[in-house]
Each structure stands twice: as structure tokens, then as C-alpha cells.
């Protein structure tokens, strides 16, 4: 396995104050563990309260460093800040088409157009490059809401468009695959500091509240390259975008002053481990972001969790002495009648079964149904909350249902906690074959990494067919623990040697959780 840190180039203009630009870029990726090449673009004299004079490099100058560092240090992700001027632009479009030659490299666009003190930085001509040469060529782009309608061009037209729809407009008609839209420089928003992201795998707002701070010099900067950082290892842009809200809100955190006007942020290792840093994602356009607070009472440990297809396995995991328990039975192709009486008998069965003797039974999907038969708990994909809608999910939360959800990424994470939920499963922990997923595995680290940071007890689920793997995931501080298969045909000959199992492993030392996750889907860049 290659033990060099992975390499990200950023190509931006220096801060004589030392709060934005290169300065703030190599913070930020110091924070995220990854190498930074510092390539100038543009010389600014700039201090805490004004830009006094901005000078780009000449092209000639941005090419020797590129040339440098092409072999010895080829990057996983470039990131762009301030460039300058057209040329400056058309030589790095130009570098991405050499470096993408030989191999997958993500770029993030940060269009730097203008300073926090006021002073301009792109004219016409600059504009016209960034719509051209960089915006279709980018994973993902981060422009405030000013910066993507000077991008559209459309004055007044583009300033009135909810932010859904200029993220939409740039994908579109210029081209940029992915978009977070950053909202923290933006007052309306109130208390919460809202970024919407509309990438390949999701889209939503991402919410945190607002830090009430001065020193903000840097933020965008900052922003685009933790991004960048986190492309580089191999993050997804929406799983990289939730961990660039949450390194930057930390940054925001540590600012401090350095002269009379704004200080500059300070981004630090950590962020990953914070669980107040964990955004929150809506499940759409409307952001709702569910309950204010988390419910205060503290319930029981789920522990064994049986997953059984029948009535007549709950009742043999029931006498085998599982507290908790999953009826989830599969719905054919073309389910009829039959299919579905028999789906109700099933349910009205397994939930009398387990009232009978107190245990905690959740039913999968069909939750208007699992109500109306008495059930008081049900578990949902996040496909199957998705098509729920805004509407539903509404209904679904004021049921009073208690809700499991499955969660794989860090977006599925950050959205599925808008719902309060009784539980959130991770998973795969190993490789399964029960279900076809795209997902890696989470293994041990993501696990401990769930454990700490979820704000709901977390259930380990995926791959779990030995008594030494429910101690392994019992030491990461899963609050529940899945047995599908594992279960056998005689639950009550498995279960004692999984149960105790799970009393050795909380007994035992915890296993640290990662200062960050390992990612679970594969990107290409």
C-alpha cells in the first residue's frame, strides 16, 4: 500500500496577510493529511482591511512549476483559486487535458472573482474563460451565489433564482459536473449557514449552524480546497462536500485576529472527529432539517438484532431470546392479493409475538401498513425514504413510529438524521452477499468511525456470519448488532455463542475510532 500522503495542486495567488489563498489552502491541507504544491498564479499585496494591488504571473512562470512538479509529484485533485486573467486560465485548462491523459485527476474550481474587502478580480475576458476552458471541466465547482450569477451572466434573472436552479444553470449550460453553492457569507439564511450541493450522487442543502465570528478571511478559500483534499482520498464529491463543511466550520471556529479588519480561519486536524461538525443534508429543495433537538430519552440497548423473513422465525428468535428483532420479507416482482394478505398476516403476527413478551420489533418498509396493524417500529432504505417525498417523510416522522434507516456514505449519514431516528445502520461492515450493493465495505474503522460520530445509536449490519466478527464490531460501540444468515435453522443453538460474543467485546478495550472515514464508494475522478 503506498504510504505517501496524496497530492493535490493548488493553483492560486499568495496573501501577503497570510489569511486567504495559498496560505489558508495549505492549512486546510494540513488538516486533511494530504500534500499541498503551492503553484502562484498571482502576487496580491493585501492585508486584514484592503487588496492593494494584485499582479498575475505570466503564464511562461505558471508552466515552469507545473513542469517541476508533473513527474515527481503528479496530483490526485488541483484545486484553482485566484488566477489572474485569461491567460492564466488557458494554460491551466490546458494542464488538466495533460494530466487527465495518463490518469483520473479531479479539479475544483474555486472562481475567485472579487475580495471580502471589495476588490474585483476578473474582467470581461476572465469571465468568458472560466465559462469556457474551466466550468466544463470541472468535478465540482464552489462559487457564492454572487460569484455563479457573474458566471451565468444573466444580472438580475440570475440573482432572483433560488439557489437549486443557478446550480442547475451551471451544470447545464457551462458545463460543471458537480456544485456546491456555499451560503455562509450570506446573512438571510439566519442561523443556519446552508450550502447546496448538487453532485452525481445527491443533492441538497447542507446545514450547520452559523458561527458568529469576525474572522472570516479565508473561507472560501478554505472550502474549496478541504474539497479538493478530500477528492484526493478518494471521497465522492458529496461525501467530500459534507467533509468540507464540516473542516471549515472548525476553521471558522479557530479564527482569530491578525490586524485591525477580519482574521483569518484556521483549519486544524480534527474536524472529523467533532460530532457537532456533522451537517445535517435535506432530502430535497425544502430545507428541513427535522426536530431542533434530539429526544432526550435514552433507550434501551438494541443488542442482538435478528433479521427474520417470518413470523415463525421471530417466534424461534424470540425463544432463543433476542430482544430485538427485523420481519423483513422481500415483495416480488408483481406482488397480488395473496401476496399481500399473507404480508399482513405475517406482520400481525410477529408484532403480537413480540408484544406479548416486550421485545422490539421493526418491520421493513411498508410502514403506512405496519401502523395500521399496531406495529410501533419500522426500518427504510434511504431509496425508499427518498421516494417518499417531502410529504411523506413528513408523515412518516409525526407517526410515531420509531425508525431504523440504513445508512453507506456520509451524505446518507447527515440526511438520514433530519428524520430522528431510533437507530442508524452501518453498513456493510464486511462484504455480504445478501444483498447487491455498491458500496465497499465499511470495515472495523468506518464502524468505530459511525459509532463516534452519529447522532443515534448505530447498528453494524453486513457480512457478520462469525461469533468473533459480532466481538470485533461489539468493541467499535455498536449499540445493535445484525444476524441474518448467521442465525442458522436453529436460532436457539446460534444465538447464546453470539450474545456472549457481544458481552466480551463490550468488556474489552474500544477500538479508536479514524481522525476520518475511509471512503465507501469508488471514485474516478
Known amino acids: 500500500m503506498d504510504s505517501k500522503r496524496p497530492v493535490v495542486w493548488s493553483i492560486a495567488g499568495t496573501d501577503s496577510g497570510g489569511g486567504a489563498g495559498l496560505s489558508a489552502d495549505q492549512r486546510m491541507a494540513d488538516a486533511f493529511n494530504v500534500h499541498l504544491c503551492p503553484v502562484v498564479a498571482a502576487v496580491t499585496a493585501q492585508s486584514s ?177 478541504a474539497l479538493a483534499g478530500a477528492l484526493a482520498l478518494g471521497f465522492v464529491p458529496a461525501d467530500a462536500a459534507v467533509l468540507a463543511k464540516m473542516a471549515t466550520a472548525q476553521a471558522l471556529r479557530q479564527g482569530h485576529a491578525a490586524g485591525q479588519g477580519a482574521g483569518p480561519v484556521r483549519a486544524a486536524p480534527g474536524f472529523g472527529l467533532e460530532p457537532s ?88 418498509d411498508h410502514w403506512r401498513l405496519a401502523r395500521e396493524l399496531g406495529a410501533e417500529a419500522v426500518h427504510l432504505g434511504q431509496e425508499d425514504l427518498m421516494a417518499l417525498g417531502e410529504e411523506g417523510r413528513r408523515a412518516l416522522r409525526e407517526s410515531g413510529l420509531s425508525l431504523g434507516i440504513s445508512t453507506h456514505s456520509l451524505w446518507e449519514l447527515c440526511r438520514a438524521a433530519t428524520l430522528a431516528p431510533r437507530y442508524l445502520a452501518c453498513g456493510p461492515v464486511w462484504p455480504t452477499l445478501t444483498k447487491a450493493m455498491p458500496w465497499r465495505p465499511q470495515g472495523l474503522d468506518n464502524l468505530a468511525w459511525w459509532c463516534a460520530m452519529a447522532p443515534a445509536p448505530v447498528v453494524a449490519i453486513g457480512g457478520m456470519l462469525e461469533a468473533a466478527q459480532f466481538q470485533q464490531a461489539a468493541r467499535c460501540g455498536a449499540d445493535g448488532l445484525c444476524a441474518v444468515r448467521v442465525l442458522g435453522d436453529d436460532p436457539g443453538r446460534t444465538v447464546p455463542a453470539l450474545q456472549q460474543a457481544l458481552r466480551q467485546g463490550r468488556a474489552a478495550p474500544a477500538l479508536a475510532a479514524p481522525a476520518l472515514p475511509h471512503p465507501s464508494l469508488a471514485f474516478d475522478g
Open 49 to 225: 482591511v484592503a487588496v492593494t494591488r494584485i499582479e498575475p504571473l505570466a503564464p511562461e512562470l505558471i508552466e515552469a512549476q507545473l513542469l517541476a512538479l508533473e513527474h515527481d509529484m503528479p496530483p490526485r485533485a488541483v484545486k484553482t483559486g485566484l488566477l489572474g486573467g485569461m491567460a492564466q486560465i488557458e494554460t491551466v485548462a490546458r494542464w488538466v487535458d495533460r494530466l487527465r491523459a495518463r490518469g483520473p485527476v479531479a479539479l475544483v474550481v474555486d472562481p475567485v472573482l472579487g475580495a471580502s474587502t471589495g476588490a474585483g478580480f476578473a474582467d470581461a475576458a476572465t469571465l468568458q474563460a472560466y465559462r469556457e476552458l474551466l466550468l466544463p471541466r470541472a468535478t465540482v465547482i464552489t462559487p457564492n451565489r454572487r460569484e455563479a450569477v457573474a458566471l451565468l451572466g444573466e444580472g438580475n434573472a440570475a440573482s432572483a433564482a433560488a439557489a437549486p436552479a443557478l446550480a442547475r444553470a451551471l451544470q447545464q449550460r457551462l458545463g460543471a459536473r458537480g456544485v456546491c453553492l456555499t451560503g455562509g457569507d450570506s446573512a438571510q439564511d439566519g442561523t443556519l449557514a446552508l450550502d447546496w450541493i448538487d453532485t452525481p450522487q445527491a443533492q441538497g442543502w447542507l446545514a450547520l449552524p452559523r458561527q458568529a465570528t469576525p474572522h472570516t478571511h479565508g473561507t472560501g478559500c478554505s472550502f474549496a480546497t
Open 277 to 364: 461538525l456533522l451537517p445535517r443534508m435535506s432530502w430535497g429543495e425544502v430545507p428541513d432539517f427535522g426536530p431542533d433537538a434530539p429526544r432526550a430519552a435514552t433507550p434501551r440497548p438494541l443488542d442482538l438484532y435478528a433479521i427474520v423473513d417470518s413470523a415463525a422465525r421471530v417466534q424461534q428468535a424470540l425463544a432463543a431470546g433476542v430482544g430485538t428483532l427485523q420481519l423483513r420479507i422481500k415483495t416480488p416482482a408483481q406482488p397480488d392479493a395473496a401476496w399481500h394478505e399473507r404480508l399482513a398476516q405475517e406482520i400481525r403476527a410477529g408484532v403480537a409475538a413480540c408484544r406479548a413478551v416486550g421485545a422490539e420489533l421493526f418491520i421493513n
